[in-house]
């Protein structure tokens, strides 16, 4: 979001090298421009995404940089175009805030795929978007107190969503969402639909939650069966990829298969487990290539694909499906000072599947920065 440097009022926490040690800072927001809302942050959850932008994984030199795109707030004020919003309203903030709003894309309602896209931080503001004292600065993001963001970024919270949920909604819940909606929600072929999810993370809960919702059998591939009691809490199977022998029992069986793995993987024995014509979506940002056979492609009129969240549209779609049938993640809230712990922790691969969510209102109390 548009952050004025050397400006005051707003408390962050922010990573001030690649340490990605999380300290107290203050910076300045605008005022809310014609077509902008301003809003107090009151939670914001941890995303693997935040650490990765800290510590120098993605490359980003953006320092001091507050992370967050999973927020949830309460609306402070409203500018003097905007209709859909008003003072006291419980809304959400995701991993976009702005977009050109002219290309295809953006026409289509994918202002997630705008090559002009705005991210809720680390994107330079640019010229010409009504905050110029913003210009050429990076964006910063939720681990703050204070935001100001164009509206049609902002989303209206569902009544019955508790607010703690909202932001892991936002990025693990539209991620998840989106393939889903297409493979399973709009592909209602009258034939049961039968889902796999390579993961058991965050992501995979998630899909595992929403697929169930959709009225879909959901597999889980997993490197062993040791979440064999979890997956089964979630009405789910399990299957270990690494077993030759459940693979090959387990082919031709899945419409489609959500791989939210990050690291590096094999995928060939995995897509075998597709129906014919089925789709496989990757989901996890894997930096290296992965292997395909272009002929399991063609002789199983397989599609390979990715998914990156959602458009805006999307997104109002997933909030009122979860509202509709109870889908929420798994989250714990904790205390601002507790922030770079979970960094170690997500760095280290002991974090779990459970969301952290930010309590906002702790930043007061964390000590000046040294």
């Known amino acids: ?58 490359g980003l030199e953006c320092f001091p940089i507050a992370p967050g795109h999973e927020v949830a707030g309460v609306v402070t004020e409203v500018g003097s175009e905007v209709s859909g919003f008003k003072v006291g309203d419980k809304v959400g903030v995701g991993c976009f805030v702005g977009s050109c709003g002219s290309c295809d894309q953006c026409d289509e309602g994918l202002q997630n795929l705008c090559r002009q896209h705005l991210q809720a931080y680390s994107s330079p503001y640019p010229q010409g978007k009504g905050h110029d004292d913003c210009a050429g600065h990076h964006t910063n993001g939720g681990y703050t107190s204070k935001m100001t963001v164009q509206s049609d970024f902002v989303f209206k919270v569902p009544d019955n969503i508790s607010m703690e949920y909202v932001g892991p909604l936002l990025c693990a819940g539209i991620t998840m969402f989106s393939p889903l909606n297409k493979h399973v929600l709009k592909k209602d072929n009258g034939k049961p639909k039968h889902v796999g999810i390579v993961g058991f993370g965050g992501l995979g809960q998630m899909g595992a939650k929403l697929a169930k919702a959709m009225g879909a059998s959901v597999t889980v591939l997993s490197r062993s069966t040791a979440k064999k009691e979890q997956a089964a809490a979630l009405g789910a199977a399990i299957l270990a990829h690494s077993d030759e022998e459940a693979m090959k029992a387990a082919a031709y069986t899945f419409d489609v298969v959500l791989d939210t793995v990050s690291s590096h993987h094999e995928i060939a024995p995995i897509m075998s487990t597709l129906k014919i014509g089925g789709a496989y979506v990757c989901i996890g ?26 458009g805006i549209p999307e997104t109002k779609e997933m909030l009122d499906f979860c509202s509709q049938h109870n889908v929420l993640p798994e989250v714990k809230v904790i205390d601002a000072k507790d922030a770079t712990a979970q960094f170690e922790a997500l760095n280290a691969g002991t974090a779990g599947a459970t969301r952290a969510v930010i309590d906002m209102s702790t930043l007061k109390s964390l000590p000046e920065r040294a």
């Open 1 to 58: 979001m548009a952050t004025i440097p050397n400006g005051t009022g707003t408390i962050a926490l922010c990573a001030f090298d690649k340490k990605a040690k999380l300290q107290r800072h203050e910076f300045g927001r605008p005022a809310p421009g014609p077509n902008d809302v301003a809003l107090d942050v009151v939670y914001c959850g941890m995303c693997h995404s935040d650490l990765h932008a800290c510590n120098g994984d993605w």
């Open 285 to 310: 940002a894997i930096g290296q290539p992965v292997g395909v056979s272009p002929m399991g492609l063609i002789f199983n009129h397989y599609t390979l694909e990715g998914s990156l969240v959602g």
